[in-house]
């Protein structure tokens, strides 16, 4: 049954635009939902979308992105909010304690923003926001354990996929060669290199392609078949069903402990059986001999897909379970299905 409609104004703050994974999985593509359920939400990012030019790099993208400071500066300061949606993104605490004078605070967050790299007080940072937010959404359960440290308690929500976006195409075959594939990023890629051997081992004994997507253009696995693809949004179902097996390797550390599993989601959205590193949140998401196969060592990542090339019926079997339970846990309608339960249940109640 549809829960009452929560009339409020939004405010939805993003560290990055839609070509920034978690803030167009985690927030921009809520937009739609939260419209539906009666709010109205002003959405500005922190920067345009990435540059394609030296020219965008180094003059309108600076430009671009001070307007956007100045923007969300003069919409936080005097805009007239009932619900500021804050996702990553890093906000001074002279402005936060403004904002928690007028409106209720969401913070959100799928990765270890914490963790100092070019900034190094982000520890602080994110826990003042902690501090302030009426309500924080985490990725993971091993997030939460920061927010813990910070006195408060998040309500953890999977990063969701459409798995009316991302599905088995209709009459798809399996490849004569098998295909294993992975998607991800630019900065991501590394963490290929934790099974550079035990595919080039498995090359010798079975007939495979290897398919990137989106990873850096200039690494390639020497004795496969490798083929790098790049990344759109459009064509995210079409290239994902390229794949016959998809594959996340981890190293285990404690921003990857942290990671929310969202490149399993996709794959299990496809009806794709996933081999994956124990880390994190995978453990709970990959059920072995189920939904696809968890691999620590060269061996065991042999195993796993060696299992999988030489028996199509097996793929088939696990595949069909990743997309019931794609379906079933990660969907985008399942998860925003949680958020606006808090929303309406311990926001709007706290407003009236």
């Known amino acids: 049954m549809k829960m009452e409609v929560c009339k409020a104004n939004m405010l939805m703050l993003t560290d990055g635009n839609i070509d920034q994974a ?4 985690r927030a921009i593509s809520y937009i739609p939902y939260f419209e539906s359920e009666g709010f109205s939400v002003c959405h500005i990012p922190r920067v345009t979308r990435r540059p394609n030019s030296s020219f965008e790099k180094y003059f309108t ?7 956007f400071w100045l923007k969300r500066s003069v919409a936080l300061l ?22 928690k004078k007028k409106a209720l605070i969401i913070f959100d967050f799928d990765d270890a923003i914490y963790l100092p790299e070019k900034l190094h ?23 939460n354990d920061f927010v813990r440290q910070q006195g408060k308690n998040a309500s953890v929500i999977p990063s969701p996929v459409e798995t009316d976006r991302i ?14 594939g992975w998607i991800g990023s630019y900065w991501t890629t590394g963490y290929l290199k934790i099974v550079e051997t035990a595919l080039q081992k498995l090359a010798r004994e079975n007939s495979f392609i290897f398919l ?24 995210e179902c079409l290239l994902i069903n390229e ?39 995978n453990s709970s998401v990959i059920h072995n001999g189920e939904n696809g196969f968890l691999a620590s060592t060269e061996e065991e990542w ?40 808090i929303i309406k249940e311990e926001i709007c109640l706290q407003k009236n």
Request: net charge positive.
């Open 243 to 281: 794949m016959d097996i998809g594959i996340m390797p981890l190293p285990d550390d404690e921003f990857t402990r942290a990671k929310g599993g969202y490149k399993l989601y996709q794959y299990m959205a496809a009806g794709i059986p996933c081999v994956a590193s124990p880390v994190g949140i």
């Open 212 to 235: 990137t997507i989106g990873s850096d253009p200039k690494y390639k696995i020497e004795g496969i078949n490798h083929i790098i693809k790049s990344w759109s949004l459009e064509d």
């Open 22 to 25: 978690s803030a167009r999985i």
């Open 61 to 67: 993208f600076p430009l671009i992105k001070r307007y």
């Open 121 to 143: 007080n982000r520890g602080r940072k994110t826990g003042i926001i902690i501090s302030y937010a009426d309500a924080v959404i985490v990725s993971t359960d091993f997030l």
């Open 167 to 180: 599905y088995p195409l209709p009459g798809k075959q399996y490849n004569k060669i098998p295909v294993i």
């Open 78 to 99: 005097l805009g007239n909010w009932d619900i500021v949606f804050i996702q990553r993104l890093l906000i001074s605490e002279w402005i936060i304690k403004k904002i």
């Open 302 to 341: 042999i195993k796993a897909l060696q299992s999988l090339l030489i028996n199509s019926d097996l793929r088939e079997k696990l595949g069909k379970k990743g997309r019931e339970d794609a379906r079933k846990y990660y969907d985008r309608k399942v998860c925003f299905g949680k958020l606006i339960r």
